[in-house]
């Protein structure tokens, strides 16, 4: 729950207070305005990054150097500080006091649901890579950390690797210190694979009514046999060649009698949308069961894209927990539904 966000020379907001009611809020305003600023700020207190951002310090103001979001939970007083002169540009505090980014996020669950999420289904491995991340690492403290030190690990590996080929150093030493990475990577390969498989496998067990489709696991795994293996083309190309870094899913219908096909290929456009809303809504209920919370919900601008009972079914889930969502155009949001929603309107 997030009853309240504070902005402060955030995006195209100087300082900025909203307050959300516990069940729904609807933001109504025209484009440019400010919306989805909003979403991205709240959920980053629940992921500790921005989802819409490469390069973070851009989600300050322009003109400005410092940048602050704080959201307040049942308990908590979240915040994230931007301060485009430092290195490492972002801070996190809990209640005012500082916080590593893997102590942060777990405060607060968030689901989002926005129209580029149709990039999971269309787009390359690597989307889908950063949407298994944006789940794992809200729910399990476990995969934040693997992930960060595999990250660093991979780096550091491959900059091993490129120096071995280029200075042609193959001794002892260098390979001494190879196995020191790859020790790394195997182990926290290991927890990264093992809950990408849990929430893949969940995901597909979920019964068809919420989820019509099914993914299968495409895992890169990563292994000593396996890196001793491509250490040859490894070593030519400077990079690593196997892990979770390689990872990817496929998404499928679940074919009845015939094979399941994929639906990046196969799929009409809104065939691709219900696939998507059918993953955000097996996303919901793996946070509840593994957290044993109930997620915020942010849906940005999804009414426009969903037909009628499509619309009819979000309609169902808004209900269940805290849902904060936005629109350019009151009509697209079903008008009884209208009643139970606070508005903020923005212009
Ligand atoms: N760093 C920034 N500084 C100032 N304004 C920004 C910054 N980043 C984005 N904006 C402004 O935010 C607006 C878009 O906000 P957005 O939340 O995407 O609108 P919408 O209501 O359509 O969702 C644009 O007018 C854009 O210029
Ligand atoms: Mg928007």
Do not use: C
């Not at 777990?106 to 989002?112: Q, S």
């Not at 926290?188 to 919420?210: A, M, V």
């Not at 942010?298 to 629109?327: A, C, G, W, Y």
Request: charged share 30%.
């Amino acid at each position: 729950m997030i009853s309240e966000l504070k902005l402060q020379n955030f995006r195209n907001y100087s300082q900025k207070k909203f307050t959300f009611n516990h069940k729904a809020t609807l933001i109504l305003g025209p484009n440019a305005v400010g919306k989805t600023n909003i979403l991205e700020a709240a959920y980053l207190l629940a992921t500790g990054k921005s989802f819409r951002a490469e390069k973070e310090i851009e989600a300050i103001k322009e003109g400005e150097t410092v940048g602050r979001v704080v959201g307040t939970t049942v308990g908590d007083e979240l915040e994230v500080d931007f301060d485009a002169r430092l290195r490492f540009s972002k801070t996190y505090k809990v209640n005012g006091v500082g916080k590593r980014q893997a102590d942060f996020v777990g405060n607060l669950f968030a689901v989002l649901f926005s129209p580029l999420d149709l990039e999971i289904i269309v787009n390359g491995p690597a989307v889908r890579r950063r949407y298994l991340d944006s789940v794992l690492s809200q729910v399990h403290k476990d995969y934040r950390i693997a992930s960060q030190v595999y990250e660093k690990a991979l780096r550091q590996r491959n900059r091993l690797l490129y120096q071995i080929r280029e200075l042609g150093i193959w001794n002892q030493e260098s390979r001494k210190r190879l196995e020191y990475w790859n020790e790394l990577l195997i182990t926290n390969g290991k927890i990264i694979h093992e809950r990408r498989k849990e929430y893949l496998e969940f995901l597909n067990n979920l019964p068809t009514r919420i989820l019509p489709i099914s993914l299968k696991y495409d895992h890169s795994i990563i292994s000593s046999e396996r890196l001793e293996k491509y250490a040859r083309e490894e070593l030519a190309a400077a990079a690593t060649l196997v892990g979770p870094h390689r990872d990817d899913f496929t998404i499928g219908d679940r074919g009845r009698n015939q094979e399941s096909r994929e639906l990046k290929s196969f799929g009409s456009r809104g065939e691709q949308r219900l696939a998507v809303f059918a993953i955000k809504l097996g996303e919901l209920e793996y946070v509840r069961e593994a957290t044993g919370q109930n997620p915020v919900l942010f849906l940005d601008d999804i009414f426009s894209e969903l037909d009628h009972t499509n619309r009819h079914h979000i309609l169902e889930v808004i209900p269940k927990q805290q849902t904060i969502m936005t629109t350019t155009d009151l009509h697209l949001v079903e008008k009884e539904y209208v009643k139970h929603v606070e508005l903020i309107e923005l212009q």
